[in-house]
């Protein structure tokens, strides 16, 4: 399977606690992104890499948030100190040009 | 700024009804316009894109056509199954540079056998 891959796919933590998300791009494409979706909502852009660089963070993305992509292939989110309101599916695609690429997403419900 | 208004589901129809799924947009740029469909359990997939006006996207049966006078690019099938229940988003890029892709709400499809 070549498509964007995410890790986990399902996570349960408790309020205050941190996670860490991985996203596996598509081997070929320099641009990466990653999203939150809330039920019943369409994805919220979070922020942008291209290759390692992050070139843009989303109002959405607060100070417990922080995301690398080291070598400009895989990249980690980490939420820090979570709070019930991060429950969602955090989504990662990528891209070569315009189209971009989704991967099945990590679900993260904080009790 | 940029958004995308699509209408409130969900939609039920019967199998092989004709399905219209309408899809606004208000963009800042020349945006590049996409469908991406969303079943129980999974992620998004991509279902079809335009890039420019009068463009007609289309893959498994599904079209829309790119209207910029209008400014819309609603989705259309002639005869639906039950296996196209899922959840279907319209979005909207931003040629050059980066393109963040801006979402509607999505519209949930029931077909019914």
């Known amino acids: 399977d070549t498509g964007v891959s995410q890790d986990p796919r399902h996570k349960i933590t408790k309020r205050g606690q941190n996670v860490t998300f991985r996203c596996d791009p598509i081997s070929e494409h320099n641009r990466l992104y990653w999203y939150r979706q809330t039920l019943g909502q369409g994805p919220e852009f979070l922020t942008y890499?291209?290759?390692?660089?992050?070139?843009?963070k989303s109002r959405l993305l607060s100070d417990r948030f922080s995301a690398e992509r080291p070598k400009g292939s895989f990249s980690t989110l980490e939420i820090q100190r979570t709070e019930q309101g991060d429950s969602a599916m955090y989504l990662c695609?990528?891209?070569?040009?315009?189209?971009?690429?989704f991967g099945p997403g990590t679900r993260l419900l904080v009790l | 700024g940029n958004s995308v208004t699509q209408m409130e589901g969900p939609v039920t129809l019967s199998e092989e009804a004709f399905l219209t799924i309408n899809c606004t947009y208000t963009a800042t740029g020349y945006p590049s316009l996409f469908w991406y469909v969303q079943y129980p359990g999974e992620g998004l997939q991509l279902l079809l894109k335009?890039?420019?006006?009068?463009d007609k996207g289309s893959n498994k049966g599904f079209e829309a056509t790119y209207r910029k006078e209008t400014t819309s690019f609603h989705l259309e099938k002639g005869s639906v199954q039950v296996s196209d229940s899922a959840v279907y988003f319209c979005a909207l890029t931003l040629s050059g540079g980066y393109q963040k892709v801006t979402f509607g709400t999505g519209t949930k499809l029931q077909v019914i056998p």
């Open positions: 335009a890039t420019k006006a009068d």
């Open positions: 695609a990528s891209s070569p040009k315009e189209t971009q690429y």
């Open positions: 890499f291209q290759n390692e660089a992050q070139l843009e």
